[in-house]
């Protein structure tokens, strides 16, 4: 008989208290037949951030096979993602530190100014989208804060990965180092303590600041272990004081509606066993946080209040994602890219599922999660599946001639694009789920260590 992988889903060491979570603290056996899906499902993501990088900077394309402008997040991804591809035997140590350096030295030597025009960032911070070749501001893309927060996670897996003595992998230290530690948080204070959300050249500081919950968790741990530019220790009160704390489908947590804000720093970042001044006095942790948050994204789904086509207990996850397009039909309304989701919140849900919405929270439950995935793939086979693992979205609503003049179609709408920040936490969860093998990395990077204890966390792999 195969050997089974049986993993326990922990909450911390809060187990008294998680136990009363719905659903109750449970064990799920990883089959042979997921494991098998699972091996495929990380190679071909992997090949994502490998075939379509521009293998001179390094620049990760925002998606594909369209044509497209650079990510700076996927960036991010990616460079972990190549960390997880020399643990898995897809490339070698050597190329992976290759391409890493080439990816570092081009954001080490990018320009960097107050210009709107020819450069790549300013006061440390990188521009959202980059030119693919000439590494340039894209259009008039904002300065971004969260998306250089991104990149960081990978470039610091990177630093904390490759740390044998070769000129190589020095220089690779070297510079993250360096690109970290010019990075200056406290300028984008424009209305401290709290971090804003990006700045134009054009029009200075953008209007809206990281509050509330979602992804910025990150941002601010980053901002506080900085050694060069770090923030205020006020920083973290004012970022959790506007917390939406709710029960919603039965699970009481901190809201947020797309899924993506309960994923992306944990890819980098285990938040089990470990809490904040907040969570401690919630009696839960943030990982347990996403698997609720998880679990009510699937019970809305289930639930399916819109009458959706397909929905059901394998066949869920909303997230932001493409979409079919912005119109309305039949009375129904259909976006195109658009940041869907469910919670106390707000709900935005035009019958859109995003696999990478139960691919970023398998480390958090993979019960519900590795089904759904393996239900999608079988479900719609080459429609929804290809080269490159999962393409971004889909909409079996959505069964509609571009024109409209001639009918439905029988199939629902399918994305033919796959995307950066949507294929990493699929691929790095994956690899957190079956091995722990980034977060574990990332427990040593001492700039990851200083930010969380700044932030008051306590316990767990911290002591």
């Known amino acids: 008989m195969k050997q089974l992988l049986i993993l326990t889903i922990l909450c911390g060491s809060l187990s008294a208290v998680c136990g009363q979570s719905k659903p109750p603290l449970t064990s799920y056996i990883v089959s042979a037949a997921d494991q098998a899906f699972l091996d495929s499902l990380q190679r071909d993501t992997f090949r994502y951030f490998w075939d379509t990088a521009n293998p001179e900077n390094g620049l990760v394309p925002d998606r594909a096979p369209s044509p497209s402008f650079c990510s700076i997040a996927a960036v991010g991804f990616g460079l972990t993602a190549y960390l997880v591809g020399v643990e898995r035997n897809y490339i070698t140590r050597a190329q992976a530190a290759d391409r890493t350096l080439r990816t570092l030295r081009f954001f080490a030597r990018a320009p960097q100014s107050e210009k709107a025009t020819g450069i790549a960032g300013y006061k440390g911070f990188f ?5 693919m070749k000439t590494g340039e501001r894209f259009k008039k893309v904002e300065l971004s804060t969260i998306d250089t927060a991104l990149l960081l996670g990978g470039i610091l897996s990177a630093q904390t990965y490759f740390d044998q003595n070769t000129p190589v992998e020095s220089e690779i230290r070297q510079l993250a180092d360096q690109i970290y530690g010019r990075v200056d948080w406290t300028w984008f204070q424009a209305r401290r303590p709290v971090i804003s959300m990006g700045w134009h050249p054009e029009t200075g500081f953008i209007k809206s600041d990281w509050t509330g919950y979602n992804e910025g ?38 809201n947020f509606d797309p899924l993506f804000g309960h994923q992306y720093s944990h890819t980098w970042i285990d938040f089990r066993g470990i809490r904040d001044e907040y969570m401690r006095g919630k009696g839960i942790d943030y990982a347990e946080n996403s698997r609720r948050a998880t679990y ?3 019970a ?29 039909v039949n009375g129904r309304q259909f976006f195109s890219y658009r940041a869907r989701g469910a919670a106390s919140t707000q709900v935005v849900d035009d019958g859109t599922i995003a696999p990478t ?5 398998m480390a958090f439950a993979p019960e519900i999660c590795v089904p759904a995935l393996r239900a999608m793939k079988a479900k719609y086979g080459a429609k929804l599946y290809g080269t490159y693992g999962f393409r971004d979205a889909f909409n079996p609503t959505y069964r509609y001639r571009s024109s409209f003049a001639n009918g439905p179609t029988d199939v629902g709408w399918f994305d033919v694009d796959y995307l950066g920040i949507d ?36 316990g767990g792999w911290l002591k």
């Open 127 to 131: 521009y959202h989208f980059l030119d």
């Open 217 to 254: 968790m990150l941002l601010y741990i980053l901002a506080l272990g900085s050694p060069t530019h770090t923030v205020g220790p006020e920083v973290w009160p004012a970022w959790t004081k506007s917390y939406p704390w709710a029960t919603f489908y039965d699970q009481p947590h901190v």
């Open 296 to 298: 009510a994204n699937r």
């Open 300 to 328: 809305y789904c289930v639930a399916n209040p819109g009458k959706w086509q397909d929905y059901g207990p394998t066949i869920w996850g909303l997230t932001a994602c493409d979409g079919p397009k912005d119109t309305t």
């Open 357 to 361: 919405a139960a691919g970023g929270s």
């Open 423 to 458: 294929q990493g936490p699929i691929l790095l969860m994956a690899e957190n789920l079956r091995t722990g093998f980034v977060w574990n990395l990332m427990k040593k990077n001492p700039h990851i260590r200083r930010g969380l204890q700044k932030a008051g966390f306590t």
